[in-house]
């Protein structure tokens, strides 16, 4: 690396681009805007503070490059022995080969008081200053002591400058004479003291801001001389001076390096702070730091938040569409609080070398983000969580109401227990910490639909209940209804009237006692027992209905006649003789007979209390709305007048059969 010659390396080289050079002011005064891409390919992107910048000044041609070069291993141009022209213009910045430290190397002036390169000289030096910590002035041993001419004149920009950008603050700068072509025959001492001199004069006669009257040089600048041998006449104390040099670049006791030289600006700002102070010093505006501090910051947090941000919504899309499939996602709570702190910790990483207050306030803006992006999510969530839970509550209920004997209170307040700490541990997983977020109106939507989903089902499993007791009540009547309408008399009512009521009473308790597990309402349960008293009432006259039908209501009463009129009292068959009073007896047995129609045609108890009671205007339809309503005063009649007139007139005709089919046996048996 240590090489005299002009190095061509390739960009396209990864190796090569490690030491390449890179022209960061150009001849027009142009600011190279690749050089953050540069700090990228020196490797030194992540360095963070811990990295240092070393910038040299002196005139032409005094060995400025070379001595970089075999300092650092950097490439910068060297003049051509032979051709003695100038080569470095502007402003080239190369990394040290095997050190994080960037080298710039500054156009020399060549002594001559032309307005444009003072000019320069004096950007050069704001800008240098503004970026590097250490200043290392070249110059000829056989100029000390002249305290004129190009040095002097740039050592004073140099304080001047100094004086503009860190007055005001505690900011240090090593400035670092290298006398170059040292014979020997003065010693180092003596001629540092004579620059001391030089210097300090200067600095007395440099004009102070205001405030700074009394400050001195020192509080400014640490002063180091170093004398380095002739180069062509002693080349070997010259390698020698130099590698002694190359060992005081060090953080150690000895070494040029300090904490309190740098300028604090993150390895990957640098560019773009840079870029700005070229930017101010170019146009002659007033360069203050803390505001370009300030400014990179800003730039520089906002970078790296979209860079943060970036990386973050690829990661967080994925759990994006995986809500989309309408199920809530396993710890997708976790994963998002491992988004977000990734995301903080990149922005932490570069982010917080910067101004402080910038830092912060950037941060909450990224949290913000961070937090806007991952909201939708929630929902989303909390929306397939209402879903499962939901599912939840109904697979729960199901289960429950299929046991037997269940308690409904108790299985519906279980399934509502479960379904709700489903949805309260599925909704606290994905919350975040100060992400301002709640679900408590979820959580009272999934209350309103569990109490209305609640409701459905407890109408429903009443309704089964009612259906189930009036199945019971059907049995229960069934076989004593058939034998008492098999048996007319005057008190066939009453008994008939009696089993039904005994039943009902029985239905109706067994209503109210498994209605307590509904915790149904007074109105609930009014409504069923209702619905449960018309259902009683119309399966008790389905009965009656079946039983007077014509052709069994003809032979009921046909065998009541003939119970009456072929059997005597004691059951056994009649067999007439002429004494008999047949007309007599079958007057007496059909009229009797007759008068079981009447019994027959109208439900009418003897005692009228044992008539069930329906309120009068009720139009109710049942407790599903299904069932007919009906008028209970209409449902007492059987059989109509008509009806009643042509069953007795059919019967009549029966009769009158057996009553010629008596006389005629007497007949008979007098023919015998
Ligand atoms: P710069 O313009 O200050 O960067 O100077 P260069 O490094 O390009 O060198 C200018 C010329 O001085 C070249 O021909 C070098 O070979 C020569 N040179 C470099 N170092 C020394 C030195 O220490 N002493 C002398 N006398 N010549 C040197
Ligand atoms: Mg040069």
Redesign the pocket.
């Known amino acids: 690396m240590i090489s005299?010659s002009v190095q061509t390396p390739s960009i396209t080289n990864g190796h090569a681009d490690a030491s390449m050079r890179v022209q960061v002011i150009d001849e027009d005064k142009k600011f190279n805007a690749d050089l953050s891409k540069w700090i990228d390919k020196w490797g030194l992107r992540s360095a963070g503070f811990d990295y240092d910048v070393v910038a040299v000044f002196?005139?032409?041609?005094?060995?400025?490059?070379?001595?970089l070069n075999k300092l650092f291993g950097t490439t910068?141009?060297?003049?051509?022995?032979t051709q003695?022209r100038?080569?470095?213009k502007g402003i080239w910045m190369c990394r040290a080969d095997d050190l994080p430290v960037l080298v710039m190397?500054v156009e020399?002036t060549d002594g001559r008081e032309r307005g444009e390169d003072q000019d320069f000289e004096r950007k050069s030096a704001l800008f240098s200053l503004a970026s590097s910590q250490i200043l290392l002035v070249?110059l000829w041993e056989h100029q000390i002591g002249l305290y004129q001419g190009a040095n002097m004149a740039l050592l004073k920009t140099v304080i001047e400058v100094n004086l503009s950008l860190f007055g005001k603050t505690d900011q240090k700068t090593l400035l670092l004479f290298v006398i170059?072509?040292h014979v020997g025959a003065t010693p180092l001492t003596n001629l540092s003291a004579t620059l001391t001199a030089d210097i300090e004069r200067i600095w007395a006669s440099v004009s102070k801001p205001e405030g700074l009257e009394s400050r001195l040089l020192t509080d400014y600048f640490d002063l180091e001389y170093v004398g380095?041998a002739?180069?062509?006449l002693m080349p070997d104390k010259?390698e020698a001076d130099v590698k002694s040099l190359r060992t005081r670049f060090t953080f150690g006791p000895t070494g040029f390096f300090k904490e309190r030289y740098r300028r604090r600006i993150p390895a990957d700002g640098v560019g773009v702070y840079m870029d700005s102070i070229w930017e101010q010093v170019s146009s002659n505006k007033d360069l203050d730091l803390p505001t370009q501090q300030e400014l990179l910051a800003q730039f520089r947090c906002d970078e790296i938040s979209k860079a943060a941000l970036e990386a973050f919504t690829s990661r967080a899309k994925e759990g994006r569409r995986n809500l989309e499939g309408g199920k809530a996602v396993a710890n997708l709570g976790g994963m998002m609080r491992d988004w977000k702190t990734e995301a903080l910790h990149r922005f932490d990483t570069e982010a917080s070398r910067y101004h402080a207050g910038v830092y912060k306030s950037k941060r909450e803006d990224l949290t913000a983000a961070l937090h806007a992006y991952l909201q939708p999510l929630f929902m989303a969530q909390l929306k397939n969580l209402h879903k499962s839970s939901l599912a939840l509550f109904k697979v729960q209920l199901e289960e429950g109401l299929r046991k037997d004997g269940y308690d409904f209170a108790t299985v519906v307040g279980d399934a509502r227990t479960k379904s709700q700490t489903a949805f309260k541990e599925g909704a606290d997983e994905v919350l975040i910490p100060d992400a301002d977020w709640d679900y408590d109106l979820e959580l009272q939507q999934l209350d309103e639909d569990l109490t209305s989903l609640t409701a459905l089902s407890k109408s429903d499993e009443m309704k089964k209940m009612v259906n189930s007791i009036e199945r019971t009540f059907k049995r229960e009547i069934g076989e004593k209804v058939d034998l008492e309408l098999g048996r007319p008399g005057p008190k066939m009512w009453d008994t008939v009237l009696t089993v039904y009521s005994a039943a009902l009473q029985k239905a109706e308790q067994a209503y109210v006692k498994k209605a307590k597990s509904f915790g149904s309402t007074p109105d609930e349960d009014a409504k069923s027992l209702l619905t449960l008293r018309q259902r009683a009432w119309r399966a008790l006259k389905v009965k009656v209905d079946e039983h007077t039908t014509e052709t069994l209501l003809l032979s009921k009463l046909r065998a009541s006649f003939e119970e009456k009129f072929r059997y005597d009292e004691n059951g056994v068959p009649r067999v007439w003789s002429k004494n008999d009073d047949i007309d007599g007896l079958f007057r007496k047995s059909r009229d009797e007979t007759v008068e079981l129609i009447t019994v027959y045609s109208r439900i009418k108890p003897s005692n009228p209390d044992l008539l069930p009671a329906f309120p009068p205007e009720e139009e109710f339809s049942g407790i599903d709305g299904n069932d007919e309503p009906f008028e209970f005063e209409e449902s007492l009649l059987i059989l109509s007048e008509a009806k009643q007139v042509d069953i007795t007139s059919k019967f009549r005709r029966e009769a009158d059969a057996y009553f010629v089919e008596a006389k005629r046996s007497i007949v008979s048996s007098i023919a015998q």
């Open positions: 005299d002196g005139s032409q041609s005094t060995g400025k490059s070379t001595l910068f141009d060297v003049m051509d022995e003695r100038q080569t470095t190397d020399g070249n170059r072509d380095l002739h180069k062509i010259f």
